[in-house]
């Protein structure tokens, strides 16, 4: 048992002599803290068993780690807390003119009852746990760590998610890390602890190995990164918890000292405040009883007034204000586009339900307008977006799929009203509100260009469908390339990540997920075990994206990949099923399949034209041309 490795001094001489030759572990520069040497890691002494008991609590460790000369206590606590009961004992029997008691002499010097105690308390224990660990056992679940491992998958990273917590300060947390975590290979009564490092990476998630275990890989195991229980190296000098090594090999090294010395110095570990910013990193404006305008799920033309009613991981459950019984919610995160704060549609000219409700309920506010996402300011003073304009835009009845589009009205502040052609409602009910910057609108042409399939407008007969042929018949204008948001940023997805997605139809489901397809800054999420004609268009920065392990911190529910029974009769009852979440979520949703090339325009660099010219000889009024190598 050791006191902890203290990496917080580097003046003493480094003691990396060892029986058994260790790789050197050199430095690696890095944002990370470095593991210095100070040479105070306790170990076996040599030439004995360094097996002891502490006389006061019964705990067993390793004899040079336990205090006083005589090694006889595990803490400085135990021996003053000895002592302390000695004296009082004593002092008890000579008031009362008595020889010691029983009691008095057992206190002051019977370690082999003290032994004998410990190790009944320890047997009871040992059964304790054994029926606590069949008690917890789950008949049956998820485990993306079993998922990762027998699949060979690669999840997501974490610095792949801005709005999530440490998205922005993950650093250089890598393979290789090194943390204190619990020691479960240990027969110990109480909670110790060991270093390990970490093997893989899956988004929060950490497959880790115990040092000393080198490339067996018997005993690794899975835990969340974020967890309680994960502390730099160092902790447990500074908490006073004992380290002891793995049962396993507790006697592959007669110096463990030396081990850890040469293991250690310059390897990598968590900064000293990670917990601090993982806990701040989950702390949220949003609160209950706020209030604020959501999209109006049935008519997403318009807005209405709904209550926060619970927070989870960022995560907004909205009770439309009017619904008495709170069955009527709507699920989005604290950052979705979806949201904003009262008043913001008549600001904008958009339109609004008005509430029956002629006051605001007692406890409800106002949520505060800084809360909100922000968007990127435009001009409208120059060239910009008109009525009747035509484009590309993901319809979000169907976010499978990319179809020809008309602008219908020209709010304030750079937002548009989307209609999908040949499917609108006459009273433009389905009209939804995207802004001019928004990822999920497009200039024509750009399906074309990057082998998407473009949904034509409903029962146009023309096929293929060809974008300078339906501008002509329906007399109208591509809208300008130029308006469009052309940045790409640094995403750092690529195809067959893993992680977990809201599925935006049921948009209070979490799911296993997986990117399959990346066009710039657009994201292709396939719902694990589903059909692909449920897969989703999602842009890179969305807040309905989550690392691996996302739900396990936050306490969310996942929703599992569907399982292979399911999978077979996917056809029938399933279709059924997704297409009832479809109507409840966001009214029927149209089902396109879509024939998808394999072959992916993954890093191209292309050019944003417009002519006249081109218009006549492509076929098509605006569209990305590839640049020339």
């Known amino acids: 048992m050791f006191d902890g490795y203290d990496s917080c001094s580097e003046d003493t001489s480094s003691s990396s002599s060892s029986d058994e030759s260790e790789e050197e572990v050199a430095p690696l520069p890095s944002s990370l803290p470095i593991i210095k040497n100070n040479g105070q890691v306790y170990t076996y002494p040599d030439g004995k068993s360094g097996m002891a008991t502490c006389e006061m609590c019964g705990m067993v460790g390793v004899r040079d780690a336990f205090y006083s000369k005589t090694k006889r206590f595990c803490s400085v606590s135990c021996s003053r807390s000895y002592s302390s009961n000695s004296k009082k004992a004593s002092i008890l029997a000579r008031l009362q003119g008595k020889p010691p008691t029983k009691k008095a002499k057992v206190l002051q010097k019977q370690p082999l009852v003290a032994k004998l105690a410990a190790y009944a308390q320890y047997q009871a224990t040992l059964q304790n746990q054994v029926k606590t660990k069949t008690a917890a056992v789950p008949v049956e679940g998820f485990s993306w760590g079993n998922y990762i491992t027998s699949n060979n998958l690669t999840a997501a990273p974490v610095s792949c998610f801005k709005h999530a917590p440490m998205g922005t300060c993950w650093g250089d947390i890598s393979e290789g890390v090194r943390v204190e975590v619990p020691n479960t290979d ?125 927070v989870i991981g960022g995560r907004l459950r909205l009770v439309y204000e009017e619904s008495e019984d709170k069955t009527d919610d709507f699920w989005c995160h604290m950052y979705s586009p979806l949201i904003h704060h009262i008043g913001w549609s008549r600001s904008i000219g958009h339109r609004f339900k008005r509430s029956d409700i002629t006051k605001k309920q007692d406890g409800h506010y106002d949520a505060p307008p800084h809360l909100f996402a922000k968007v990127k300011e435009v001009d409208p003073s120059g060239e910009w977006f008109k009525e009747g304009m035509k484009l590309e835009a993901i319809d979000p009845l169907n976010l499978s799929a990319i179809c020809v589009a008309t602008i219908r009205k020209v709010l304030a502040d750079g937002y548009l009203m989307i209609g999908i052609d040949g499917s609108e409602a006459a009273d433009g009910s389905d009209w939804f509100c995207y802004h001019a910057t928004s990822p999920s609108i497009f200039p024509v042409g750009f399906c074309e260009i990057n082998a998407i399939e473009l949904t034509p407008p409903r029962g146009y007969a023309k096929l293929p469908f060809k974008w300078f042929d339906y501008l002509r018949e329906t007399d109208s204008i591509a809208a300008p390339v130029k308006l469009f948001n052309k940045e790409v940023p640094n995403h750092g997805f690529h195809i067959r990540m893993k992680l977990e997605a809201v599925d935006l139809m049921e948009p209070r489901l979490v799911c296993v997920a997986t990117v399959t397809r990346i066009i710039h800054r657009l994201l292709r999420i396939h719902f694990d075990g589903w059909e692909e004609e449920y897969d989703q268009w999602v842009d890179c920065e969305s807040p309905d994206l989550y690392p691996v392990g996302w739900c396990q911190l936050t306490g969310y529910q996942l929703q599992p990949p569907a399982p292979q029974t399911s999978r077979d009769s996917q056809s029938s009852s399933s279709k059924q099923k997704k297409k009832a979440k479809s109507q409840q979520y966001k009214g029927h949703k149209k089902m396109t399949s879509l024939q998808l090339k394999e072959e992916l325009l993954d890093g191209e660099e292309y050019n944003f034209l417009q002519g006249a010219s081109d218009q006549e000889s492509n076929g098509s009024a605006s569209y990305y041309i590839k640049q020339e190598p």
């Open 186 to 310: 240990c027969s110990l009564p109480t909670k110790v602890f060991w270093i390990a490092g970490i093997v893989k990476l899956a988004g929060y998630n950490a497959l880790l190995r115990y040092e000393g275990f080198e490339n067996d890989s018997s005993i690794d195991f899975w835990c969340n990164v974020c967890g309680s229980d994960i502390h730099p190296v160092g902790w447990c000098a500074t908490s006073g918890k004992p380290l002891v090594p793995p049962r396993t090999i507790q006697h592959k090294y007669t110096n463990w000292k030396a081990f850890l010395v040469k293991r250690l110095t310059g390897a990598k570990t968590l900064p000293p405040d990670f917990s601090q910013k993982v806990s701040e990193g989950m702390q949220y404006p949003f609160k209950p009883s706020m209030r604020v305008e959501v999209v109006d799920k049935t008519h997403l033309c318009r807005t209405r007034v709904a209550v926060v009613d619970s």
